[in-house]
């Protein structure tokens, strides 16, 4: 039997998308990279199969990220991408799907404007936002209906949310731009300063998922990768260390840490005790940096936790908002309303 409407949640992440389907959970996840051609205009690889063409592509062939930082940075790119991503979620459903698609919480008025015409250009027949580390902590399985204080940490690809919620809504937050994509960024700088080699965003991201640490470690660990010598333009193969990651990753990993400080420095004096007694809550995949929790808990001195989780948290949050999506109504587009401000 076919539904009659299907209803999708959306974490619209600046690496990953995460489409989570109603009544069957998470059914998609996908490098947020388009490939396109730009003598036709035509799109030839989504998600995956186009991650694959970074760096590696002709002249006429570009690998996109259309998202930066947690919002849209190319509105066209983004809304073909997500067209793609519903017809392979969703199908050819009799009616259009409703979506909710999370945010950063420091998103502005005109970002989010554009996810809301992105999505319904794309195909939704009505778009809600939610606001990632509400989304985060309804993933972690908090009850954030209650009045007590839970501080939750998203780290994305392009964002860092840290927020106080309590009673379903945000007391303190603040948001950053300072995520894992700065984080590769800032070993790729580090290897070409200290080693005056040149290495791919890919082989940054591996190095800091193999060996990267924000803690220092018990015992040494080392990657070899391969990369371009800046002396000679030649192939070149070196050895890395943990603790040369450690050194490479010091000023992301400070600014996020001291970002947690901040709105820890904010919060009201009751939240804040319910903080230290119950301790924070790290979701997104920066979560999975080694040591990061620890560094936190250093500079805090409250117990802090990686959910089972992370990578998944917001879309599985995102989608368990599904079931109050009539409560929603206030950041909602409907395709209708696009249509007729076109027309």
Known sequence: MTALRTDIGIDLGTATVLVYLKGKGIVLNEPSVVAIDYNTNKILA??????RMLGRTPGNIVAIRPMKDGVISDFDITERMLKYFFAKTVGKAIFKPRAIICVPSGITEVEKRAVLEASSHAGSRKTYLIEEPIASAIGAGIDITQPDGNMIVDIGGGTTDVAVISLGGIVVSKSIKVAGDECNEAI???????????????????????IGTAYPKEKELYMEIRGRNLMTGLPKNIK??????????????????????????????????????????????GALLQGLNKLIMDRTGIDTYVIEDPVSAVAIGTGRALDWIRFLDSDSIDSNSIRSHNS
């Open 240 to 285: 890395i260390s943990s603790s040369e990651m450690l050194e490479a990753l010091e000023e992301p990993v400070y600014q996020i840490v001291e970002t947690v400080h901040n709105v820890l420095e904010k919060t009201p004096p009751e939240l804040a005790a319910d903080i230290g007694n119950k301790g924070i809550f790290m979701t997104g995949g």
């Open 46 to 51: 989504v998600g995956e199969e186009a991650k």
């Open 188 to 210: 790729a700088r580090y290897i070409r300063k200290k080693h005056n080699m040149m290495i791919g965003e890919r082989t940054a991201e591996n190095l800091k998922i193999s």
